[in-house]
């Protein structure tokens, strides 16, 4: 079990601070947001601590994955709402504060408080297709 002193969700998995527990597993748990955007807001977590997302091994992320749509579905379904967001936030700049991986899983309605979409963009020429080869070739 990898585990950083200083994590404020390493200290959540292991019980040294308090949550709000809505689902448990051997490598996740998965606690309601203290400081929620609407109500029924919730975390998923490894309990193994990693930063970001892209630095889980992959079989701990389709874990992880695993357990998304029940916790969807849970979420929505307790607070009536009419869909959900399932946001991964990936270091400062994405607006990252707790530096151990979590997905946030929001109830959406269409009175609340979050606004969408982000703006939209627009390829010219064939830039759409030399960053897709770009990440083609950092993938390999
Ligand atoms: P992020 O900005 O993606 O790193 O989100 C961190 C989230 O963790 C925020 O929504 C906080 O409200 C939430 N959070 C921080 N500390 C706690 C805690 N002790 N218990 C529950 N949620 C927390
Ligand atoms: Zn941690």
Excluded at 76 to 90: D, Y
């Amino acid at each position: 079990m990898s585990r950083d002193p200083d994590c404020v969700f390493c200290k959540i998995v292991a019980g040294e601070i308090p949550s709000t527990r809505v689902l448990e597993t051997d490598r996740a748990i998965a606690f309601m947001d203290v400081n929620p955007i609407v109500p029924g807001h919730v975390l998923l977590v490894p309990r193994d601590h990693h930063v970001q997302l892209a630095d889980l091994p992959d079989e701990l992320a389709a874990h992880l994955g695993s357990l998304l749509p029940r916790l969807i579905r849970g979420v929505v379904a307790a607070t009536e709402a009419l869909g959900s967001n399932v946001v991964v936030n990936g270091g400062r700049v994405a607006g990252q504060v707790v530096d151990h991986c979590h997905w946030h899983v929001i109830p959406r309605r269409s009175d609340d408080v979050i606004r969408w979409p982000w703006p939209q963009g627009v390829y010219s020429g064939d830039a759409m297709a030399q960053w897709a080869a770009e990440i083609i070739a950092a993938m390999a």
